[in-house]
């Protein structure tokens, strides 16, 4: 049950968007006056390394510490945190939840959400794996969760780990350009499927940097998805904003 949430995502916060860094911060602020529950639906940072990052000095590793610090502070204002993994930061850990007080959300997961007496189940996920007409990224995407696969790339020094993501990223802004539109969007098929399994009408998902409402026929019912933007302060026009619920209805914070 998520009572009275605020929805986030794709904030890729980093060391290189000091501007995006200040906005989320002062976000997270007013969200502890606001709101009971917080929830981030996936990249919240722009990569994670591992846990041991928090340890580590680089200055991205000084966002982390910062921005688990701010989620802690939320935390101990009595603000319930969840965190799902998107994936550049699939290998947030039991550490990093720990250190932010927050628990970490399985991919996709079904909750009760309301802001008074009504809640209406629905489907959360970060949204990459209903993009599913991108072949080659589904493929990387079950190996990067596949834990005896992630067990062998955190045994690799820190630093090693950081360039084979920088390597990635690189590469994964390459075929961005590359693919079309089309293909890096969600596959509605997919969709369906997935809110017809969870026996629910409303989802609410990031990844794509579509920001929107979309409303469908399931089953002989409106379903409704909703996609949440994602941050950049850093460049013109900014952009960012999050999800709330407003008498019932998922509505822009
Ligand atoms: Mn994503």
């Known amino acids: ?38 929830v981030i639906l996936g990249d919240l940072f722009e ?3 591992g846990d041991d990052s928090l340890d580590a000095q680089t200055p991205d590793d000084d966002v982390g510490r910062t921005v688990v610090a ?3 502070r939320l935390a101990d204002r ?11 930061d699939v290998l947030l850990g039991a550490r990093f939840a720990e250190a932010a007080g927050a628990r970490l959300l399985p991919d996709p997961v079904v909750e009760q959400v309301g802001a008074g007496p009504v809640t209406i189940p629905t489907l959360l996920s970060h949204g990459d794996a209903y993009c599913t007409r991108d072949t080659a ?24 780990r950081r360039a084979l993501i920088g390597q990635a990223r690189a590469q ?21 499927q ?6 629910a009408a409303q989802m609410i998902h990031g990844h794509t940097h579509l920001p929107g409402r979309h409303a469908f026929p399931l089953d002989g019912r409106e379903a409704v998805r909703w996609v949440l933007p994602d941050w950049d302060h850093d460049t013109e026009p900014a952009r ?14």
């Open 137 to 160: 990224y589904q493929q990387f995407r079950l190996q990067a969760r596949d834990p005896r696969f992630q067990a062998a790339f955190l045994a690799r020094p820190l630093a090693e």
């Open 78 to 88: 009595g603000v319930a945190v969840s965190v799902m993994h998107g994936n550049r």
């Open 172 to 192: 994964s802004e390459q075929e961005k350009q590359r693919l079309a539109a089309e293909i890096m969007d969600v596959t509605p098929e997919a969709i369906a």
């Open 70 to 72: 701010a989620l802690r």
């Open 47 to 49: 990569y994670w390394p």
């Open 1 to 38: 049950m998520l009572r009275d949430p605020v929805f986030i995502s794709d904030l890729h916060l980093c060391a290189q968007r000091p501007r995006t860094l200040a906005r989320a911060l002062a976000f997270l602020d007013e969200t502890a006056a606001r709101h009971a529950e917080l």
């Open 240 to 253: 960012g904003g999050s999800l709330q619920v407003v008498d019932g209805v998922v509505a822009p914070g």
């Open 194 to 199: 997935a809110m017809r399994e969870a026996g």
